[in-house]
């Protein structure tokens, strides 16, 4: 048989399996609970991904549909080996790490999100990191307290 007929992985096929490693955060890897818990259920579903794949023949597809889940299972590896749990605020007279604060944004209605983990952040489900520029301003602030922010004042108006 003619090598003109046999499969070779082309360097294309190549590089699409050997994905970047996904970048990980300079900061601790602060997680509550709830946090820990999504970091062990994304591994876990990374490691179900990556064994599905295991049953496809073709060798090059294999490759590629394994590549994103050997990269996550990967990165989800080490948040969940580097989680620091932090338990929630034994008190709601301060800001602190798994707060839920309410506060006003100059003349905008009010905004409640809890700080959290970088992982666990989603503003649009009402989390924060506390890495953000928001949460690092608001850390340590007691209701009535007054922080700016890009150019904008919050005012606490609930810590819970």
């Known amino acids: 048989m003619s090598v003109a007929f046999t499969k070779e992985e082309s360097s294309e096929t190549a ?7 996904r970048p990980i955060s300079q900061h601790p890897n602060l997680v509550t609970q709830n946090g820990l818990e999504q970091l ?3 591994l876990n579903a990374a490691r179900a991904a990556y064994d599905a794949a295991n049953g496809i023949e073709d060798v090059n597809e294999k490759r590629r549909q394994q590549a994103v889940p050997l990269r996550d299972a990967r990165y989800f590896a080490e948040r969940v080996r580097s989680a620091e749990l932090i338990p929630d605020p034994a008190s709601d007279d301060t800001i602190a790490f798994g707060s839920t604060v309410t506060y006003s944004r100059d003349e905008q209605p009010p905004q409640t999100y809890r700080i959290v983990g970088e992982d666990e952040a989603d503003p649009k489900s009402g989390s924060i990191s506390f890495a953000s520029p928001v949460a690092r301003a608001l850390m340590g602030k007691q209701v009535g307290d007054i922080v700016e922010v890009s150019d904008q004042e919050l005012e606490v108006l609930s810590i819970s």
């Open 15 to 21: 590089a699409e399996t050997r994905l970047p490693d």
């Open 40 to 42: 062990q259920a994304s």
